[in-house]
C-alpha cells in the first residue's frame, strides 16, 4: 500500500511540516500491507469555503482511496504560527475521513476487504501514538470527572461517567481502600503523559490511561483507566479501573 500527500493552502499558510509527519505512516502501511495493491490518496487542504467545494469522495481509479481533510481558512489563520494547534485542527478531521473512504470502498475494491478493519486499527494505532487523533473533547471530560472526584462531587462525576461501568460510591472505596492521598485536578502536564490504546474490533472505542496527581505531592503512584466511546458527535467515558505503580 502506498500513501500520497497532496496539498493545497492559502499563501500565508503552510502544512509542509504536517505532511512530513504524517510522511512515516507511508512506510509502516507499506511494511504491513505489502501486497495492498492500492494508492491512500491524502489532501490536506485549507479553504474559504469547504463545504462547497469539497472533493467528491468517488476514487479516480480501483485502486484509490481518496481522502479529503479540509479545514476552513478562519479556523487555520488564527493557528497559523502554532504547529501543535494546527495538528490537533486537522486531526480532528483526519481519521473520520478515512474512515469514511474505507466504507466507501467496502465490497467494491476486492483487495480492500479482507484487511479494511485492520488498516483502519493500524491507521487508528499511529495516529494515536503521534497526536493525530482528536482527543481535545475527551481529556476535557476526564480532567472535569477526575475534578469532580477531587471536590467529592457525587452528582457531577456521575453525570460525566456516562457508560456507567463503575459508580462515585465504588471508586472512592477503592481509593480508600489503597490509602491513596486526596485527589488533586489534572494539570495539563498529566495529558503529556497519558497513554492511548486503541480497542480492536470495536469500532470508535478506546481506552485512556492517565496518571493521578495528588494534593501538595504532584503526580502520584497510580494512574486512572479511562473507557472511551463516540457515539454521533458526542464521547461518552468511563472510569474503569485504577493502575497502581
Known sequence: MKLELRLEYPHWAS????????????VLLGGIFPDLACTLRVFLRCLPEPPSSRLSP????DDMLIVDVTVPEQELLPLRHDLDAQRSLFARFLFP??????DLRRGTMPCLNAVADELLWTIKDWCADNAWLDLVE?????RRMVDCLA???????????R??????????AVLAEHKQPPLAPLPAEAFLHSRVYVVRGIRDTLDMVVPAWVREQGQSGYSFIFSCRREGKDWLLSLDDFLLL
Open 15 to 26: 502544512l509542509d511540516e504536517l505532511a512530513e509527519e504524517l510522511a512515516p505512516l507511508s
Open 58 to 61: 468517488v476514487p479516480v481509479g
Open 163 to 172: 457508560l456507567g461501568r463503575a459508580s462515585y460510591e465504588g471508586v472512592t
Open 138 to 142: 475527551v481529556q476535557e471530560k476526564i
Open 97 to 102: 475521513a478515512l474512515a469514511d473512504a474505507v
Open 151 to 161: 471536590r467529592e462531587d457525587a452528582r457531577g462525576f456521575t453525570e460525566l461517567n
